[in-house]
C-alpha cells in the first residue's frame, strides 16, 4: 500500500509514499520525468505521484481493477484490468479512458509498450498466449505460445530493445522463447530452467544480453539471444528473486526485489551486490512481541505466513520460520524463557516453533475458521509448559496444553478476538468478543465448555478486539473496540456498580493494537485502523501525543520493561517503526544522571496511589511522575551496589531509560578511553575503538575461519575463510590473509601476495602450493594489489566510494599503525603506532571524520559521535552529540570524559528539570553553567521563592536566595553605577518585567552599536529577560523584546554555523522592525541581512557572495555596513572550499533520515512554510506548527515562540511523545 523510494548513491530509504488504501497491484516510472510515478490499486484508484512533494499529481477513480500498467512517452499509460479490458488513459487530457482491447478476464499478466514505437503493445496471458495490439491500426495479432500445447502463464514479456519486431517471452515451465510478432512466429527458444523464471531485463550495456530470475533461489542468469545456453550466473543471496529491473543511468546495474521483502542492486560487470536491504515482510505485520528476557529481540507475524525473529541492534532477522501455504499469521506469543514461540492462522490451526533451531514442533486445528488472537501464559516454565490462550471465529476461546496438545474450549456467543493472561493470578483469562462484552475467566474451575465467567463487562457498542491486565494495577483491565474508544475497567469480582473507570476517545477508526507501559501506571498505547499511535494519559483521560508516522492500520504495539521507553509498533504497511518515548520522563533521566546518589526518590512507593489515581478518587500529578515497575527498582538496586563507578551507573540508568542504536558500543568505546574494564560483551559490539579494532577483527576472523562455529555462521567453509582473509587483509596481516586464502583453495591469489610478507614466506607457500596440485583463476580483486604494493590510501577511498564505512575505518587504523608494506618494502615490517608519520594520523581522523558524517546525514548521531570518539577524539564527540540534539547522552559523554559541557545543553537540560519543579536539580546544573553563579542560580532561587506551594530552597541555592529587600536594594544600587546586566537581574528577581524589559533592551540597542561584541556580553543581559514576563505589558516593550532576542540568535546562529534558522530569525526581525518603528531598533534591515548572509557562506558560499554584492551595490545600505559587507566578500572569496565532513551546524536528530510521515496528516511549517517531514510541534496557538528538529533548533538560540507574540519557548516543550 505504500511506495518506498530510494535514493540510489547511498542507498537510502528517502521517502514511503502512503499510496492507497488497498494493495498496489502495479508501479512504473515516467520514461521522460524522474519525478513523476504511476501506481495502481486494487480498489480502483490509478495514481501520478509527484514524488518531490508526495503529492497526488493526476488520478482516477474507477469501478474495474487495474492489475497492470506501463507508461509510454509524454501522457499515454496503457491499463489492463481484471474484466480483461486494456484501456489507454492520457492523463493530461482528464479522467477519460479509451479501451483499446480485450483479453479473456483476470489472464493478464504482463503489459509492455514498445520502447521506440509507442503505438504498439505488448500482452502476455495467463494461458501462454501473447497479444500485439496496434493502436493505429486498431488490429491486435496473437502469437499462441504455449496456449495450445500445456498452457504456462506467461510470466514477463519484453520487446528487443535491437529490433523492432522481436521481443522474448518467459513462461512459468521455466522455457524462454524468441518471437518474430510481424509473423507471429518462433525465432529459437532457449534451455528450459529446473527453477523457473519469474522476470527478466535487458542489459543495454551488452547488447543482446539479458538476465533472467527466478522466485526459487537468489541465482542472476546472463544470456545471450543467440545462445541456448546463460553464460553465466551470479549468486546474489539465499533467498529468490521476485522481479529485476534495468536502472537506465547504470547500464550495468539492475534492481532486485527479493521474495523475502528486501531489495537490492546488483552490478553484472563485477558480479557484485553493490547492496542489499534487510528482508522484511511483504504483508501486514499483524503481532510484534519483545523476547521475555532480551529488549534486543523481537518476533513478528504476518499475513505472509512467516513469524521472524528480529535483532534492534541490527534491524535484521536472524530467524524466519515459515507456517505453510495459504496460512497467514494474525497472532503471536512467546513461550516462557523463549525456548518456544507460538502463531496462530486464518486457518484456525496453532503452531508451536523451538527458537532455537526454528524446528516445528506443533500444528494443532484449534479453531474452525480464524484464530485471531493467541498468548501463552508466562507462569509457565521454560520447558514449554504454560498454557496457550487462543481466541477464534468459531465463537470459542480456547486454552491449549502445547505438550499434550489438550484442548479446553470456553463457549461465547460471538467471535472471540482478544485473549489476555494475568501476569500474576494463575488461570485468571480475559476476552474480547464480538458481541461487545469483555469477559473474565477462571480456567481452574473450568468442567465444560459452558464454564462462567466470573465477571462480565459490558459498554462497547461494537466488538472488542484486544484486552490488556494492567502490569502494575492487578485489578485494572483496558479493551479496544470497533466502536473507536477505550474501555478502563476494575475487573474484580469484589467490585459492586460501575467498572468501566475511564472512557477514551479519539481514534476516528477501529482501536486495535493496546499496551500498558510497564513503569508508568498511568500511560497506555493504542493503535488504530485511522493509522495512529495515541499515547493516553489514562488518570486524566487525555491523549498526550499522537504519531502519524505508520501508512496503515496499527496492529502490534510492543515494550520489554527491562528498556521501558523503547516502543516497537507493527501495521498494515507492513513495516516495523521503533519509537522513544524517554521525552516525557526526560527531568527524571536528567535528575537521575545528576544525582545518581538519590535514585530512591523516583520510584513510587505504593500501586495503590497509581490505582487511586486511575480510579479518579486522587488526582493525577501534572509533574514530578514515579516509576512503579519491578525493572526500575532492580536499575535503582543495581547502582546503589556501583556506587562511586560512574561509567557503570550511567550505563545501567541510559540503557533503561534510553535508547539509541550502538549504544551498548559506546560504554565500551568509553571504558577503553577511560582505562576501565571493558563493560558488556564485546560479542554484541559493533564499533570499537582504535585500541582494540585491530585485536577485534583478528578474533572475528579466526571465529569465522573455526570450523567449530560451521553451524552458526550460515556459510559454507570456503567463503567463511575469504571473508576471514579479507577481515586479515584490511588489518594489514598479510601472512594470515595468505594462509586463509590458501586454505579456501585460491592459492594464486595467496602467492601473489606472499612476497609482501618476505621472499621466505613466498618459498615455503609456493612449495606447499605444489604439493597440494590445487589451483584457481579467480584472481580479479584489486584489493591485495593495492596493499601489497603499498597503495593502501587506495584501498581506503574504494571503501569509502563503495559505503563499506566500516571497513575504511579499519583499514585507515592498520595504515596509521604501520601494519601494511610501504613501496620498495622487501618484507612487511610492523611499525609501532607511535612511530607512524603525522600524515597517517590525520588521514585516521579524516576517515573517522567522513564515517561521522555519514552517520549524521543518516539520522544516527550517536554512531556519528562514536566514530570520533574511537580515535579518541572526545571533544568533537560531545560537539556531534550536541549538534544532533543529544542533549542527555552528550552530558554524560562530557561528564565522564571530563570534557568542557556546552552551555547550550547545560542550560536547556536546566530549563527542562525546572519545568517539572525539580528544582535541586536544576540548582545542581545551572552552577555548571558559565552564567550560572552570576546570572542563572539569583533567577532561580527568586522563581523558587516567588512560586508557591513549592518546598523551601534547595541547599544548592542557599547562597544565591537572598530576600525581595535585597534584591530591590541591588537593584538601585546597579542602577545608580550604571550597571544594566546586574540592574535586569535584579528586576526580573523582584518581578518588574517592565523596568527589566526597558533597561535591557536599551543597553542590548548600546551594545548592538558597539564593535566586536560578543554573545557572551548580550546574554548576561537577555537570559534574565527570558524570564519576565511579557504578557499585559505594551507592544513596544513586547516587541522590542523579541526583536532583541531574534537578533541576538541571529547572530549566535550565524556564528555557529545554524544555516537552518537564519532566514526564519533573520525574517522575525526584519518584520518586527518593519512594522514597529517606534522601537527604534539600532540595527538597519541591510545589517541584518549582512548577518544571514555571513552565516550563509558555510554552506552556500555563491548565494552569500550573490547576497553581499547586492547589497553593496543598494543605495538603501548605510555606508558602515557597506564597508562590512565588502570587507566579508572578500573574506569569502578568500577562504577555501570546506570539506563537508568538517562543517560546523546542526546535525539531523535521531531518526532524522526515515521517511516522513502520510501526507494526510502533515502540517506546514510556520518557519519554511514547506510540509513538515516527521513528528510536528504544535505551537502555542494550537493552529500552527513547526517540526521538532525546528523546534529543537530554535529553543537553542531563542527561548520566544516563532509566533511573536511574546510566549516562551523551552526546549522542554518539544519533547513531548514519541518520536521515531
Known sequence: MALHIYRLKDNCLVKMIAAHERAISGICWSPEDSNLLASCSVNGRVIIWDLE?????????????????????????????????????????????????????????????????????????????????????????????????????????????????????????????????????????????????????????????????????????????????????????????????????????????????????CDISTRTMRFTSQ?????????????????????????DGHVKIWRVSTVSSTKELYA??????????????????????????????????????????????????CEWSQRGSADGSGEIATGGADKYACVVNPITGNIRRIKHPAAVIGVSWHWAQDNILATGCQDGIVRVFNVQAWSSENIAPIVEMAGHDARVFNVAFHPICREVLASGSDDKTIRVWNWSPSVNGSRELRRLTGHTSYVRGLLWHSELPQILFSGSWDSTIRVWDVANQQCIHVSYEHHADVYGLALHRKRPFFLVSSSRDTTLRFWIFEDKLRPLVIQALVQPDSLEGLLGTDPSEAMAEIAGTKPSPATGWKLYGEASKAVVANCDRLRGQRLKVFRELLSFFMYRQGMEDLWGILAIILGEPPVGASGSRSVFHEQELIKCQKSKALELASSRVSMGIGLKLEDRLLKAAQIMLRVGDLQSYCRLTAQAGQWERAICIAPAVSHQFWLDLTKEYVDSLSATNDIDEV?????????????????????????????????????????????HQAADAATAPPESRMRLEDVAAVLSARYADQGEPLQAAMCFLAVSLSARAVDTLSRSHEAVLAFVVAELLGQQKDPIVVKLLAQCVEKDLRWGVAADLWAQHPLGPSVHLPLLAARVRNATGLPPVPPALAQSARTLEQHQASLAEALAR??????????????????????????????????????????????????????????????????????????????????????????TVRNIVTHQR????????????????????????????????????????????????????????????????????????????????????????????????????ELEDRQMHVSIEEALSWARVNAFSPLKRGAQFARSDAEEGPTT
Open 53 to 265: 512533494n508526495e503529492e497526488e499529481r493526476f488520478g482516477l477513480k474507477g469501478t474495474e481493477i487495474p492489475v497492470l500498467l506501463d507508461w509510454a512517452s509524454g501522457s499515454k499509460i496503457v491499463l489492463a484490468f481484471d474484466s480483461g479490458d486494456v484501456k489507454l488513459w492520457e492523463y493530461k487530457e482528464g479522467e477519460k479512458l479509451t479501451k483499446l482491447f480485450s483479453v479473456v478476464a483476470n489472464t493478464a499478466k504482463v503489459l509492455r509498450w514498445h520502447p521506440r514505437d509507442h503505438c504498439r503493445i505488448l500482452l502476455g496471458a495467463s494461458d501462454g498466449s501473447l497479444t500485439v495490439y496496434d493502436q493505429r491500426t486498431g488490429k491486435k495479432v496473437l502469437i499462441t505460445g504455449k496456449a495450445k500445447t500445456s498452457k504456462d502463464s506467461v510470466t514477463d514479456a519484453q520487446w528487443d530493445p535491437l529490433s523492432e519486431d522481436y521481443l522474448l517471452a518467459a513462461f512459468s515451465d521455466g522455457s524462454m522463447t524468441l518471437f518474430d510478432a510481424s509473423t507471429q512466429s518462433e525465432i529459437h527458444s532457449f534451455d528450459k530452467q529446473a527453477q523457473g523464471i519469474k522476470s527478466f531485463a535487458w542489459a543495454t550495456a551488452q547488447p543482446g544480453n539479458f538476465v533472467t530470475c527466478t522466485e526459487r533461489v537468489g541465482v542472476l542468469r546472463i544470456w545471450n539471444v543467440s545462445q541456448r545456453s546463460p553464460l553465466m550466473q551470479i549468486k546474489v543471496g539465499s533467498t529468490g528473486v521476485n522481479c529485476i529491473k534495468a536502472i537506465p543511468s547504470e547500464p550495468n546495474w539492475f534492481v532486485l526485489s527479493y521474495k523475502n521483502g528486501s531489495v537490492g542492486v
Open 279 to 303: 528482508p522484511g515482510h511483504s504483508e501486514t505485520i499483524f503481532d510484534v512481541a519483545f523476547h521475555p528476557d532480551d529488549p534486543d529481540v523481537i518476533a513478528t507475524a504476518s499475513y
Open 324 to 373: 505453510g501455504k495459504d496460512q497467514l499469521l494474525y497472532g503471536l506469543s512467546w513461550g516462557p524463557g523463549a525456548v518456544r514461540i507460538c502463531a496462530v492462522s486464518s486457518t484456525g490451526v496453532l503452531f508451536v516453533w523451538r527458537t532455537d533451531n526454528g524446528e516445528q514442533v506443533l500444528r494443532l486445528p484449534v479453531h474452525t475458521g480464524q484464530a485471531f488472537r
Open 783 to 827: 584489493a591485495p594489489f593495492w596493499v601489497a604494493s603499498g597503495s593502501s590510501d587506495r584501498l581506503v577511498n574504494a571503501c569509502i566510494e563503495g559505503n563499506d564505512l566500516d571497513s575504511a575505518f579499519v583499514v585507515a587504523k592498520a595504515v596509521n599503525d604501520g601494519l601494511f608494506p610501504t613501496v620498495g618494502a622487501t618484507g
Open 978 to 1067: 550604571g550597571d544594566s546586566a546586574t540592574a535586569v537581574l535584579e528586576a526580573v528577581c523582584v518581578q518588574d518585567s517592565r523596568q527589566a524589559i526597558q533597561i535591557g533592551c536599551s543597553a542590548l540597542h548600546a551594545l548592538f552599536c558597539t564593535e566586536g561584541w560578543t554573545i557572551e556580553q548580550a546574554r548576561r543581559i537577555l537570559d534574565p529577560l527570558e524570564y519576565a514576563t511579557l504578557q499585559g505589558l505594551a507592544v513596544k516593550d513586547i516587541a522590542n523584546t523579541l526583536a532583541c532576542s531574534a537578533y541576538v540568535g541571529l547572530v549566535e546562529a550565524s556564528n555557529l554555523g545554524y544555516v537552518e534558522l537564519l532566514f526564519p530569525l533573520a525574517q
Open 1078 to 1177: 517606534d522601537i527604534d531598533f539600532p540595527v538597519s534591515i541591510a545589517g541584518i541581512t549582512l548577518v544571514e548572509a555571513s552565516g550563509t557562506a558555510i554552506r552556500n558560499p555563491a548565494l552569500a557572495q550573490q547576497t553581499l554584492s547586492d547589497l553593496i551595490q543598494s543605495p538603501e545600505t548605510p555606508a558602515h555596513v557597506r564597508v562590512q559587507c565588502e570587507q566579508r566578500l572578500a573574506a569569502i572569496q578568500a577562504e577555501g572550499p570546506v570539506n563537508s565532513w568538517d562543517r560546523p551546524g546542526l546535525l539531523k536528530i535521531a531518526g532524522g533520515s526515515l521517511p516522513s510521515c502520510s501526507k494526510k496528516y502533515a502540517k506546514n511549517s510556520v518557519l519554511t512554510n514547506t510540509l513538515i517531514k516527521g513528528p510536528a510541534f
